[in-house]
């Protein structure tokens, strides 16, 4: 006989007032938020929502267990990614079967010749022998999560600078270690940001945070020196401006930039002078938003206004930063993405009617007069719907790399020779488990917004398994925050998904940054709904268009994105048949209120601040958390992390207490809180792909299709 059901975990109720602007919210759940992670009550109820969601998806452990089998048996455990040569080096990282991490590996470089699309790593018995500069296997032993968010070469090759994570709370440790024998150089550095950059071989510039976990400060250490020593070159007292730190392609200067959603302003360090001060390179001016690198005796600045809404590229004299040239003009259809610089070329990254593209220029001789660029270059790309991003690459030479991907093409690493035009493919991520490209569509859709804005959607689907009659399970993905752009990549784990028959769509919704900066604009603050409306009229239009049916459709989100999935959930329950809302952000009035909360301050201008009563009144009514009323819901599943610095694991907890509070279905509502990792889950690459198995048994047990093997591997 079957056990029983266990009963769902029911939060106790506390009332606690919240007043503002004569409006008074009672949030009963407000005790679930503990700031030290300590309360016993609060972890307590945490297990207990844990340990119900296990008991509810028991029955899916055998089909958990074959969809992970599946993804796991798509990797190449024992691989390389495309060595990079830079200096005496090629450097890359290499996994090993059965291991959770990556090794960080350099072999010598055999000759002096120039770097070509063709150059290739010798390996083999005759080949310079490999080195292993740091083995994240070793230094993961111990820890229940482990991440490295730098991973930094001196200039001279024989130091490296790594920043290391054991909690997923995004606090890093940076140490410095000899590349050669491993051994510890100094003491690390102790609570900064990822950002980390060597200025010439005895620096190191480095960013910290104040107690709302905002990058504040950016300091100068010297190695062999305390910390405590440290220089501060810049403190940014605003606090609703952050600091993020980059060093230049041609490694000649650091530039510190200070921004906020709507504007920044940069500083440079000028690392052959040695200088200990930052130079302003462009001054703070509201609504304009600055990213600089070098080539030469200039700076190139690309430069958005709000005239230039989609950024113009400029460049400037070093010696006259005020005297600007420009290089491409601004363009309404055409939004400048990135710049990658090199000795004698540039790199354009762009993007237009929502898909990226690549152009190619070659620019004058050191010390001539820099002028618009013409007679550029594009780079083709095959498919309808693409990811296409740059990679790291050798300033000193004429070749760029970048990374390209659909959702049917694997991760690739390109070489293109930006004189020749010839592009050398050297890496493509290698797809096991039967996969062949042939099986598989993309295509392109668009769907009419409530207001006739067409919004982009990528599609896929495997051909001899889909009827496209109305018959066939979807899941719809959609994000539409900051200004990011989901672009359709590959991802091996939507394949037990598209084996079983699905369709998976992403729906480029407005608030990311697919069809250019007013994409945003148009996505954000008092017209943040358009994103709600727009993931429902593409989930609409799939419908009317015979892709699925409410009945098979499933929706999916993160953080943000968890957001929009609380929204569409409150505003049409009756069109989903199950979602999953990842690490989200659903408590949106109550968080912004407060400052005292980690990136609250920093977020005013994405989402408004409530403490303006025409904000306030705007977010309380589509706050997912304040709106949750007495309706049927689809199934849902919600995921959090405990130590989560960007989605304190309270909002989804509240949200998820209060559905069982009102919901007036028998629905699945599960709530897995993970209590050893933050924002981006577990950190091992098998570990990972647990979450994914797990969220589509979760997807499939609330279609009823959870007979195990149902994937077709024809």
């Not at 510890?184 to 107690?211: C, F, H, R």
């Not at 007292?237 to 504007?263: I, M, P, Q, R, W």
């Not at 930063?321 to 004698?344: C, G, M, W, Y």
Request: charged share 25%; glycine share 6%.
């Amino acid at each position: 006989m079957a056990a029983p059901t266990p009963a769902a975990p029911v939060a106790r109720k506390v009332p606690r007032k919240l007043a503002e602007h004569g409006d008074v919210r009672v949030d009963d759940y407000y005790w679930l938020r503990d700031d030290a992670r300590a309360d016993p009550a609060v972890l307590a109820h945490l297990r207990a929502e844990n340990d119900y969601t296990a008991a509810l998806m028991s029955d899916t452990k055998q089909l958990e267990d074959e969809i992970f089998a599946e993804i796991r048996g798509r990797i190449k455990e024992d691989d390389i990614d495309a060595p990079l040569r830079k200096g005496q080096y090629y450097y890359y990282k290499r996994t090993l079967t059965g291991k959770e991490y990556a090794q960080r590996c350099r072999r010598l470089v055999p000759t002096d010749g120039p770097v070509t699309v063709h150059d290739e790593m010798p390996t083999g018995p005759d080949a310079p022998a490999e080195h292993i500069i740091l083995d994240e296997n070793l230094k993961a032993e111990g820890h229940d999560y482990y991440s490295i968010g730098a991973f930094k070469v001196s200039p001279s090759g024989k130091l490296v600078a790594y920043a290391e994570d054991t909690k997923g709370d995004e606090i890093y440790t940076v140490f410095v270690i000899d590349a050669e024998s491993g051994q510890y150089v100094g003491q690390p550095l102790k609570a900064i940001t990822s950002d980390i950059e060597w200025a010439g071989d005895d620096n190191l510039v480095y960013i910290t945070m104040d107690n709302i976990l905002r990058p504040d400060k950016v300091w100068l250490h010297k190695l062999g020196t305390d910390q405590s020593d440290d220089t501060c070159l810049y403190h940014e007292k605003d606090d609703t401006f952050s600091l993020g730190l980059h060093a230049s392609e041609s490694k000649k200067y650091l530039f510190v930039g200070s921004g906020s959603k709507n504007t920044s302003f940069i500083f440079y360090l000028d690392i052959p002078s040695q200088s200990k001060e930052l130079a302003v390179l462009t001054p703070r001016v509201d609504g304009i938003d600055t990213t600089a690198s070098h080539r030469g005796n200039h700076f190139y600045i690309t430069r958005r206004s709000e005239e230039f809404y989609n950024s113009e590229l400029v460049a400037c004299p070093l010696n006259n930063v005020a005297e600007t040239t420009v290089l491409l003009p601004h363009r309404e259809s055409v939004k400048i993405q990135d710049v990658q610089l090199f000795e004698n070329h540039i790199a354009v990254y762009e993007r237009e009617n929502g898909l990226p593209k690549a152009t190619v220029y070659r620019l004058p001789a050191t010390g001539e007069a820099v002028g618009q660029l013409q007679g550029g270059r594009a780079i083709d790309f095959i498919d309808p719907a693409y990811a296409v991003e740059p990679e790291p690459s050798q300033f000193h030479s004429n070749v760029v790399r970048f990374y390209y991907s659909s959702m049917r093409t694997p991760p690739s690493i390109f070489d293109y020779d930006m004189d020749t035009g010839v592009s050398v493919l050297k890496k493509i991520d290698t797809v096991l488990g039967g996969f062949d490209v042939s099986n598989y569509v993309t295509e392109r859709k668009w769907a009419a917004a409530s207001d006739g804005t067409q919004i982009p959607m990528s599609v896929l689907y495997r051909k001899d398994m889909v009827k496209l009659d109305g018959s066939d399970p979807m899941l719809l993905y959609g994000y539409g925050s900051y200004e990011i752009c989901i672009d359709p990549t590959f991802r091996g784990s939507r394949f037990s998904l598209v084996d079983r028959g699905f369709v998976y769509v992403i729906a480029h919704i407005r608030g990311g940054g697919e069809m250019g900066r007013n994409w945003y604009e148009d996505g954000k603050l008092l017209k943040k709904k358009n994103t709600f409306t727009d993931f429902i009229a593409c989930a609409e239009h799939l419908i009317e268009n015979k892709y699925c049916t409410k009945e098979k459709l499933c929706i999916n989100g993160r953080s943000a994105g968890g957001l929009l999935m609380g929204d569409v959930l409150n505003m049409r329950p009756d069109l989903f048949k199950a979602a999953v809302a990842g690490v989200p952000f659903v408590d949106v009035l109550t968080t912004m209120l407060d400052p005292t909360i980690p990136l609250t301050t920093a977020e005013w201008e994405e989402w408004g601040d409530p403490r303006k009563e025409e904000y306030y009144y705007y977010m309380k009514s589509y706050s997912p958390v304040d709106n949750v009323k007495a309706q049927d819901y689809p199934h849902i599943l919600v995921t959090a992390g405990l130590n989560d610095p960007r989605v304190m694991y309270s909002e989804p907890a509240k949200f998820v207490a209060k559905l069982r509070e009102l919901k007036t279905d028998d629905n699945l509502l599960l709530f897995k809180c993970e209590l050893g990792a933050g924002h981006f889950s577990k950190s091992g690459r098998f570990e990972k792909l647990r979450e994914d198995a797990f969220t589509y048994a979760f997807i499939l047990k609330a279609l009823g299709m959870m007979t195990p093997t149902t994937a077709s591997s024809l």
